[in-house]
């Protein structure tokens, strides 16, 4: 079978296949691959916590921007080159050249941002985490964790960008693979270095350095499958596609880089007003956070080429389809960590860290309070996916950016002028709440449009 007669059967897969199969089979891969990911970050601060106590969680918790910023890059290019790249496959008028040259640019893309921030890890990594709130005892144990990890910082860029265009090239199994086998990599690696050969801290990072390794290496192996689609091609007019990638994808990579100011927000707040056990609390909270939005991730990794591939030949319906069983995922998801939040939250505590009697004090009240927002998050965060893969990257942009920074920036430092220190902890269930009404709005208005509307142009 020739190269494009694989491309069209794929296209006609999500075109005219059962969709609920096609989603299922893709939110599988997806959730897979994001809660690996969330891994990473949760296996190291867990390890961290028990062999350092609260000092190493909240050490770790000013290092948790370093991720935001890998992974968000990642997906500003893989996002935002994938669902072009899908969009396109899905009008028979286009060609496989005209696909590829965004992915193309989209590697090209990632390549320099790769380059910029593998220097700026190296030589500024002090400056970095002091920005992040790394501060006296904690500024050594954040740069023994980094200092491996930042040595192959391109890979975590790659790995987000290479794993996006698997989903829309029909392999999103490959892509679980890769980061299952590098997640579960990290968690043995972690006991192995930290404890069994007493590296501690460095141990975490090590670990976490390797398992990126893995993945990558894992994932090249589809550009060598019959089945790959993916081809470097002569792009012409690299820098205006470059532009359109970062439009289409900029508002997947501000949810990300998003929560690394918050954390640096937070942090410093948190110091100021309620200090280190607190901090050491919301390290907690930060991870708990991260699961959530990597379930929130997996619905719009999966909607999203089902959805940007049926935009593209006109079928409205079925992207209609598709947002019927991404909206029931995301309340079911919305509820579980809600539900768990609010009745178990020491449950959490004591598995990140080996908590002393103070923590367990304070922690119900702090991750109860902050865990309203979980009832809205997935949703909220789903969205952004959602006006992206309908080629509306303003609308995503305005939730992304009001969500990520503008209200709850302003809601964190205003609340505890207002209200006191612990009214801190309601500014990300505030902003989601306000953020939802928005978002429901442009849906709806969108979602109807959808029966005559095909995106033109690109």
């Known amino acids: 079978m020739s190269e494009m007669a694989v491309m069209q059967k794929q296209s006609m897969d999500f075109l005219n296949g059962n969709i609920k199969h096609i989603y299922k089979k893709y939110l599988a891969a997806a959730f897979g691959s994001s809660l690996i990911s969330c891994i990473y970050s949760v296996v190291d601060m867990a390890m961290v916590g028990n062999y350092k106590g609260p000092e190493g969680t909240a050490a770790l918790a000013t290092a948790m921007p370093v991720w935001s910023i890998l992974y968000s890059l990642g997906f500003l290019m893989g996002i935002g080159g994938s669902v072009i790249f899908s969009t396109i496959r899905g009008r028979t008028r286009n060609n496989e050249q005209k696909a590829n040259e965004y992915f193309t640019a989209a590697s090209l893309g990632v390549t320099i941002l790769s380059a910029v921030i593998w220097l700026l890890l190296i030589f500024c990594d002090t400056e970095l985490l002091t920005l992040f709130g790394a501060k006296g005892s904690l500024l050594p144990i954040a740069r023994e964790y980094v200092l491996p990890i930042k040595y192959v910082a391109p890979l975590f860029l790659l ?66 499958s019959k089945k790959n689609t993916l081809h470097f091609v002569k792009t012409e007019k690299v820098t205006k596609k470059l532009k359109e990638i970062c439009i289409t994808g900029f508002p997947t990579f501000f949810i990300d880089i998003a929560i690394g100011i918050l954390n640096v927000l937070l942090n410093r707040q948190i110091i100021y007003y309620l200090g280190t056990n607190a901090l050491s609390v919301y390290a907690i909270v930060i991870n708990i956070t991260s699961f959530v939005q990597c379930c929130a991730y997996s619905v719009g990794q999966a909607a999203q080429p089902i959805i940007s591939t049926n935009l593209g030949a006109g079928k409205g319906d079925r992207i209609k389809t598709t947002l019927k069983y991404a909206l029931e995922t995301t309340t079911g998801f919305a509820l579980f960590w809600t539900i768990l939040s609010l009745s178990v939250p020491n449950f959490y505590t004591r598995i990140f860290m080996t908590p002393t009697d103070d923590i367990l004090k304070i922690a119900p009240h702090i991750i109860r309070c902050y865990g309203l927002s979980y009832l809205i998050l997935p949703f909220n965060v789903f969205s952004t996916y959602y006006f992206q893969a309908l080629m509306k990257p303003k609308i995503a942009f305005v939730v992304s950016v009001a969500r990520g920074v503008i209200i709850s920036g ?39 449009q959808l029966s005559n509307e095909e995106v033109r142009g690109i």
């Open 410 to 448: 302003i809601l964190i430092y205003l609340l505890p002028l207002l209200f006191g220190a612990d009214s801190i902890w309601f500014a990300m269930p505030i902003t989601e709440v306000l953020i939802v009404v928005y978002v429901i709005i442009k849906m709806l208005k969108y979602t109807k």
């Open 159 to 224: 790995n987000q960008m290479v794993a996006a265009f698997l989903r829309n090239d029909r392999a999103p199994g490959l892509a679980t693979k890769a980061v299952l086998i590098g997640g579960i990599f990290n968690v043995f690696g972690d006991y192995f270095f930290i404890f069994t050969l007493d590296w501690g801290v460095y141990g975490a990072g090590f670990a976490t350095a390797l398992g990126a390794v893995i993945t990558f290496l894992i994932m090249l192996s589809h550009f060598f």
